[in-house]
């Protein structure tokens, strides 16, 4: 079991940029992989980005490549989305999830953190 608590986000101006943190709690931090997710009002929640577990490899959701960074502190137990550049689109309730192993779905969320982008 692991527990998550996202925290960070705010609201900022087109262009400006938060970093959300997501503090981890139970098993192991290293052992699980590890992504942000976020869903938009109206929308299905959709995969931001991911880092995995033991090589740090990343993905991003196309349209946040080169503005978003995801990355991790073992020692903390903390996953952090670097976020710079926003734009309008970007307005979300943004999620930390969490799981053991590539084989299933996410199935540890956090309780998300709300970023509104104003233009």
């Known amino acids: 079991q692991v527990q998550l608590v996202e925290s960070g986000g705010g609201l900022v101006q087109t262009g400006g940029s938060l970093r959300l943190s997501c503090l981890a709690s139970?098993?192991?931090?290293?052992?699980?992989?590890m992504a942000w997710f976020r869903q938009a009002p109206g929308k299905k929640r959709e995969f931001v980005a991911r880092?995995?577990?033991?090589?740090?490899?990343?993905s991003y959701l196309e349209s946040v490549k080169g503005r978003f960074t995801i990355s991790k502190d073992n020692a903390k137990n903390t996953l952090y989305l670097q976020m710079n550049n926003l734009k309008p689109e970007d307005t979300a309730v943004y999620y930390c999830?969490?799981?053991?192993?590539?084989?299933?779905?996410?199935?540890?969320w956090g309780q998300g953190t709300q970023v509104t982008v104003s233009s």
């Open positions: 999830a969490a799981k053991s192993t590539p084989e299933i779905d996410y199935n540890y």
């Open positions: 880092i995995r577990r033991f090589d740090g490899d990343t």
């Open positions: 139970g098993r192991t931090f290293r052992d699980y992989m």
